[in-house]
């Protein structure tokens, strides 16, 4: 009986101690990463609409190529805590884009969540150690990412042309609309 009150009492206080990757991090953490994924989300999402507004999504496309990542910096550059953001995908366009060990262990999260049906957190946080965290927050390919990241044979006009052009080794396509595309990764050094 002492041991099992005590095997229980174990278990209980390792099952409520909070672990970064699952519980998350610093509050601070999380704020600060939904705030940051918000303002590239916003600041992206706005540009992009102009650009199709402007000049289809074949134009959209050379936007893309050519902004998306200095706007991305500029987010970076309005916030000290925020050491990078990065989009990152297992199936990326820009190569720019892709994962590295920490990123493709969050993705491998996602992705597992997806192919068993479970719904997505809105955010999943890394502790890398020293004060360095990861927040990631999943991206899912909604119905007019379809124009540029759907089935090949449907896409805009002029876009698989133009995707050949800029991106040769595009790995973007094939995706239907609620799919997991990727993460949003706001790299963020704690005091």
């Known amino acids: 009986m002492k041991y099992s009150v005590l095997f229980l009492a174990l278990l209980l206080i390792w099952a409520c101690q909070s672990t970064p990757e ?28 102009r650009a199709v507004q402007d000049s289809g999504f074949s134009g959209a496309l050379k936007f893309c190529n050519i902004e998306a990542m200095p ?8 916030n000290a805590a925020v050491g990078e953001v990065k989009r ?8 720019a884009n892709q994962p590295d060990e920490n990123d ?5 999260h996602f992705t597992t969540l997806a192919a068993n049906g479970e719904a997505l ?10 004060g360095q965290y990861r927040y990631y927050r999943p991206l899912k390919v909604a119905a007019l990412c379809l124009n ?9 006009e002029g876009v698989g042309e133009q995707l ?6 595009d790995k973007a396509l094939g995706y239907e609309e609620g799919d ?5 990764r706001v790299s963020v050094k704690m005091p």
């Open 148 to 156: 540029c990241h759907g089935d090949p044979a449907h896409l805009a």
């Open 121 to 130: 957190p809105a955010e999943f946080v890394q502790e890398l150690g020293s």
């Open 71 to 78: 706007l991305t910096r500029q987010v970076v550059a309005e």
């Open 88 to 95: 990152v995908s297992e199936k990326w366009r820009n190569p």
């Open 22 to 49: 699952k519980q998350g991090a610093p509050a601070a953490v999380s704020q600060i990463g939904k705030a940051i994924s918000d303002s590239l989300l916003k600041t992206l999402g706005g540009n992009l609409s």
């Open 104 to 108: 493709l262990a969050a993705l491998n």
């Open 164 to 169: 050949q052009a800029l991106y040769p080794e």
């Open 180 to 184: 997991f595309r990727g993460l949003v």
